[in-house]
């Protein structure tokens, strides 16, 4: 795998009580992150700030691309102390902003974060697209294309791929091992936005889904192999208690 953007939850960084930044699950992430870079592949980074603010939730009465600038904040938040966290693991890092921060971070510039990545430096991408409106799912998805990234790994945390139920409350939930884009938006799964499933459609960059905290799972993807589910242009939709031959999309269920 040549270069890779994987998208990460602000609650990552949150720990159990899911707000503000924990230094122990920071450094846990970090760690993670550091190991699977033994293979050599150039690593891009988007984190989202939801640990922090939610627009819809904490925003009220307020005007609603008020509270999506805010939420813009709490990602170069987020991405100031993922960088921390990774340097003192020894990992050279960048962090690129959609609105300007001069004092703090890099204005994001894409030829200078190729450069970064080509340097096998780890380049982090706060501020969202720098416009309200739009999640980081889309963010990740548009900044993977602009890298023109082999990949988009969306990383979860102890959910091990997509599943046509939420398995936390469905015991007979199942998990898929591939999906085609189109299954994705019309069973209506929480994948990543539809923007954000759309722009990877129409540029075919393959994702995967996979739980981030499961050791070895990140290292073993950016070493080309199969973990969680891959959703692709070649990809058919199919369980992954099923067999190989059996496509299994007429009986998936969205629920």
């Known amino acids: 795998m040549r270069r890779v953007l994987l ?38 980074l988007v984190v989202g700030g939801g640990n922090f603010w939610r627009g819809a ?21 987020n991405a100031m102390a993922l960088q921390d966290a990774l340097e003192k ?5 960048r962090v690129q902003t959609a609105i300007t921060m001069q004092e703090i971070a890099e204005p994001y ?7 970064h990545l080509e340097k096998g430096r780890v380049v982090i991408f706060g501020g969202g697209t720098g416009n309200p409106f739009f999640t980081t799912d889309t963010t990740a998805a548009l900044r993977a294309l602009e890298m023109d990234a ?3 790994l ?12 939420d398995p936390r409350a469905h015991a007979d939930a199942r998990r898929f091992a591939s999906l085609a884009y189109m299954d994705v938006l019309q069973l209506g799964l929480k ?13 075919a960059l393959p994702i995967v889904v996979f739980d981030i ?9 950016l070493a080309g192999h199969h973990v969680g589910t891959r959703i692709a242009t070649d990809a058919r939709t199919r369980y992954a208690d099923a067999p190989e031959d059996d496509a299994g999309a007429g009986n998936a269920t969205a629920r």
Do not use: W
Not at 15 to 37: H, K, Y
Not at 89 to 93: A, E, N, S
């Open 191 to 203: 994948v990543m936005d539809a923007t954000a499933i759309s722009l990877c459609m129409g540029r």
């Open 89 to 93: 693991q020894g990992v050279d890092t």
């Open 213 to 221: 905290f499961t050791a070895g799972n990140l290292a073993a993807l």
């Open 7 to 44: 998208k990460l939850s602000g609650e990552f960084l949150a720990g159990p009580s899911g707000m503000g930044v924990a230094p122990d699950a920071t450094r846990a992430l970090a760690r993670e992150i550091a190991a699977a870079l033994t293979s050599g592949t150039q690593l891009a």
């Open 109 to 115: 510039i894409r030829r200078r974060a190729l450069r």
């Open 150 to 152: 082999d990949l988009v």
């Open 57 to 77: 939730q904490h925003g009220g009465d307020m005007d609603p691309a008020t509270a999506d600038y805010v939420g813009m904040l709490g990602t170069v938040m």
């Open 154 to 165: 969306m990383a979860k945390n102890g959910v091990d791929g997509v599943y046509d139920a």
